[in-house]
């Protein structure tokens, strides 16, 4: 018998749902034991992105705003998807990170860093999200919302936001507290170096 992991093989694919947000693909699968998986709905997203603005003060700028799948008011990180105008460029994450940053808060940054690229859920969804730490943040303008999108800003020290993960105080999405730890890490390891 052989024990190694193989891949699955698609035997049929459709796209059984499509709209701006999400498209739902409906494959139907073969496993490397011969077993029959159909169907099996894959959610394709865009990649996504996720930003750290880290202010000249050493605050951190987050994110308050409400998030339907929970039905609440959620704090989190300047977020959004890449876009068709993104790809045109070299990095597509990095542009959509600075333009989510523009957009969401009004603010710009002369430096990014990326942190982490990770899968939001490789069991079911076929995008990557990546996470960058913004430097050299300051205020450029007025946000620009998206229709139905209102963001409000808040500002805190990153010991704090991460002792409150931990304490249960706050909940945030799984990618964002990766990212902060990542921050974390990032951060406390050039230290030395007058970055802060």
């Known amino acids: 018998m052989d024990d190694e992991l193989k891949p699955w093989s698609v035997t049929a694919s459709r796209i059984t749902y499509e709209d701006r947000w999400i498209r739902l693909r409906s494959d139907d699968c073969v496993t490397a034991d011969g077993i029959v998986v159909a169907p099996f709905?894959?959610?394709d997203y865009p990649d996504w992105i996720n930003v750290i603005p880290v202010m000249p003060d050493g605050r951190v700028l987050l994110t308050r705003e409400y998030r339907h799948g929970r039905g609440e008011i959620v704090l989190g990180l300047v977020?959004?998807?890449?876009?068709?105008?993104?790809?045109?460029?070299?990095?597509?994450?990095?542009?959509?990170?600075?333009r989510e940053l523009r957009e969401e808060t009004g603010y710009e940054a002369s430096t990014f860093v990326k942190l982490l690229t990770s899968y939001p859920n490789a069991a079911s969804q076929s995008n990557m999200v990546t996470s960058w730490l913004a430097l050299g943040v300051s205020r450029a303008g007025e946000p620009r919302f998206d229709s139905g999108e209102k963001v409000e800003l808040?500002?805190?020290?990153?010991?704090?936001?991460?002792?409150?993960?931990?304490?249960?105080?706050?909940?945030?999405?799984?990618?964002?507290?990766?990212a902060l730890y990542a921050a974390e890490s990032w951060l406390l390891t050039r230290a030395t170096d007058g970055l802060k």
């Open 41 to 43: 709905h894959v959610l």
């Open 154 to 178: 808040l500002f805190a020290d990153l010991a704090t936001i991460l002792g409150d993960i931990k304490s249960g105080a706050v909940i945030l999405q799984s990618m964002h507290v990766a």
């Open 79 to 98: 977020s959004g998807g890449v876009e068709a105008s993104d790809v045109e460029t070299d990095d597509a994450a990095m542009a959509a990170a600075r």
